[in-house]
């Protein structure tokens, strides 16, 4: 586990954009970590985004508006699939090997999104198309959220693990609470992980608790539109108040890829949906018995129930 952190320091609240159009510049020294990094920008149209070649992975999202990206050799050209979070489709994916230089250009407004992690043995470059996306609906009544698998663990990738979700106001997500900070497959993997907010009205806000099992980190946050809070540790529920519907966008990253959660055993008992598939293996098979139960655990063996497979989906991917 990572040090304990000083009360209120895992928010970030979004600025106003910069010259660059940068709101949020999460490096592993902001957050106090290992492994993730995250930078997102409002642009104008014209306005660029350029990153040198380096050791790190990237995955970059048009999450707004339209924009232009190109990787070394690899021309993705003008790349978005909605104008706003809430509009429907999740975004073009693109995932970046280490090695490579960026340049982004906005051809409108737009809002892009950057993670980043070291590299890993496993390199790969793809475009995943929207439709390539596997779009689960998850948990049911006031549990029930949209949950786009942007990168999911069985996805082939070097580090990084992406979902987008949405939960509609009066709802929890990311619930009930979970932790991964602790490497101990297939138990649990350590996992970074980091929430980039968005709400539908402008006024709309949401609360966050993060909280270890001993408590020793307890906080609770009242999250904006654009902010960000990071998890080096414990469980992580969210709550959307009546109203406002919440978008966010999960960046993660670890020693190891895969996903292996433990449950709060205190609220185990609220496990209402089947897990996708924890580990980039490319080959995990369906299970109706990775539900918390016992030792509040998730199944490593499992993939999401219902009219779609995670890791089938995950290999839908195209070069553009």
């Known amino acids: 586990m990572s040090p304990v952190p000083a009360p209120g320091s895992l928010i970030h609240r979004a600025t106003t954009p910069a010259q ?111 439709e390539d996306v596997h779009v689960e609906t998850r948990g049911s009544g006031n549990t029930e959220r949209r949950i786009h698998h942007i990168l999911p663990p069985a996805a082939v990738a070097g580090r990084l693990i992406a979902f987008e979700v949405y939960t509609p106001g009066g709802n929890w997500s990311s619930y009930p609470p979970h932790k991964h900070d602790t490497e ?22 949401g609360f966050q608790r993060v909280y270890t099992p001993d408590r020793v980190l307890d906080d609770s946050y009242a999250v904006g539109d654009r902010d960000v809070v990071v998890v080096p540790d414990g469980y992580h529920p969210f ?54 139960s016992g030792d509040a655990t998730a199944s490593g063996d499992a993939t999401a129930s219902g009219d779609a497979d995670a890791a089938a989906d995950a290999d839908k991917e195209t070069s553009k």
Do not use: C
């Open 20 to 130: 660059d159009g940068l709101v949020q510049d999460i490096t592993p020294a902001s957050a106090g970590w290992d492994w993730t990094a995250f930078h997102a920008y409002q642009l104008a149209p014209g306005q660029v985004v350029e990153r040198n070649a380096d050791a790190y992975e990237r995955i970059v999202l048009v999450l707004e508006g339209h924009a232009t990206v190109t990787a070394g050799e690899h021309d993705f050209g003008t790349v978005g699939s909605r104008e706003t979070v809430f509009d429907g489709p999740p975004p073009p994916v693109i995932l970046l090997e280490p090695g490579l230089p960026l340049r982004v250009q906005a051809t409108t407004n737009a809002l892009v999104a950057i993670g980043a992690a070291p590299g890993a043995d496993v390199r790969r470059t793809a475009y995943i198309a929207p």
């Open 239 to 292: 709550g959307a108040p009546a109203g406002y519907n919440a978008y966010y966008l999960n960046i993660m990253a670890g020693p190891n890829r895969a996903w292996y959660f433990t449950l709060d055993p205190d609220h185990a008992w609220l496990m209402n949906w089947t897990p996708p598939a924890l580990s980039a293996s490319g080959d995990a098979t369906a299970s109706g018995d990775a539900t918390a």
């Open 184 to 205: 101990n497959p297939p138990v649990e993997a350590r996992l970074e992980e980091l929430y980039f907010y968005r709400f539908q009205k402008p006024a709309g806000f």
